[in-house]
C-alpha cells in the first residue's frame, strides 16, 4: 500500500521554526517528484514546493526564502524546514507525490502548523 | 502565475443528479490539468489527471473533458460521497495552482 504520514506539525510564535517530516512506504521518495501543499483553515489548497527525483527544488513566492524541502533517502522520508514563520503560514501542511503525470495521487493525513503568539 | 477560476461557487443538487463543473485557466494549460474531491477533514483525492483520464480506482460516473482553457468535470449521478468540494490543478508552469473550489452540496 502506498501511504504517506506527516509528522512535526504543532504550535509556534510568529519568528520560530518548525520542521515537517513525510515518511513514505510502498515506494521511493526519491524516484518521484515530492511536494508539500498547505490548505489554510476553511480555505482552499496551495502548492508550496517540490523536489524532484533529481534534486532540484521549486517554492512559492509566498514562502521562497524561508522554506527548504529536502529528502533522507536513506530514511524515505520528505522534510520541510520552515524558518521565520508568519501567522499567514498556520494551515494544514500535507506531503504529496506526483509520478510524473502532474498531478498527486498520494496524499499524507496532513498535520496542523498554528503560528500564533 | 496560471490563475484558475472554478465555477460555479457552489452547486446544489441531489443524490442521482448529473453534476457539471467548470474550471478555466488564464492560460493555456495544454492538458495539464487534475481534479481532486476534498472531504471534511481529509486530504484531497485525484480523480482525474491529463484532464481526461481517470486515476486509480476512481469509478467510471467521473469524467473529464477540455483542452487549453476550458475544462469540465461531469459526475453523471452523484452517490453520497461525492458531495465535498472538487478542486482543479494545473501544472503546466511554475507555480503549480490550483483552483478555488466548487462546493457541491445536498438540495
Known amino acids: 500500500e502506498l501511504q504517506l504520514v506527516e509528522s512535526g506539525g504543532g504550535l509556534v510564535q510568529p519568528g520560530g521554526s518548525l520542521r515537517l517530516s513525510c515518511a513514505a512506504s510502498?515506494?521511493?521518495?526519491?524516484?518521484?517528484?515530492m511536494n508539500w501543499v498547505r490548505q489554510a483553515p476553511g480555505k482552499g489548497l496551495e502548492w508550496v514546493s517540490v523536489?524532484?527525483?533529481?534534486?532540484?527544488?521549486y517554492y512559492a513566492d509566498s514562502v521562497k526564502g524561508r522554506f527548504t524541502i529536502s529528502r533522507d533517502n536513506s530514511k524515505n522520508t520528505l522534510y520541510l524546514q520552515m524558518n521565520s514563520l508568519r501567522a499567514a503560514d498556520t494551515a494544514v501542511y500535507y506531503c504529496?507525490?506526483?509520478?510524473?503525470?502532474?498531478?498527486?495521487?498520494?496524499w499524507g493525513q496532513g498535520t496542523m502548523v498554528t503560528v500564533s503568539s | 502565475e496560471i490563475v484558475l477560476t472554478q465555477s460555479p461557487g457552489t452547486l446544489s443538487l441531489s443524490p442521482g443528479e448529473r453534476a457539471t463543473l467548470s474550471c478555466r485557466a488564464s492560460?493555456?494549460?495544454?492538458?495539464?490539468l487534475a481534479w481532486y474531491r476534498q472531504k471534511p477533514g481529509q486530504a484531497p483525492r485525484l480523480l482525474i489527471y491529463?484532464?481526461?483520464t481517470r486515476a486509480t480506482g476512481i469509478p467510471a460516473r467521473f469524467s473529464g473533458s477540455g483542452f487549453g482553457t476550458d475544462f469540465t468535470l461531469t459526475i453523471s449521478s452523484l452517490e453520497p460521497e461525492d458531495f465535498a468540494v472538487y478542486y482543479c490543478?494545473?501544472?503546466?508552469?511554475?507555480?503549480?495552482?490550483f483552483g478555488g473550489g466548487t462546493k457541491v452540496e445536498i438540495k
Open positions: 510502498g515506494f521511493t521518495v526519491s524516484s518521484n517528484y
Open positions: 491529463e484532464a481526461s
Open positions: 490543478q494545473q501544472r503546466t508552469n511554475w507555480p503549480l495552482t
Open positions: 492560460q493555456s494549460v495544454s492538458n495539464y
Open positions: 504529496a507525490r506526483d509520478y510524473g503525470v502532474y498531478a498527486f495521487d498520494v
Open positions: 523536489i524532484y527525483s533529481g534534486g532540484s527544488t
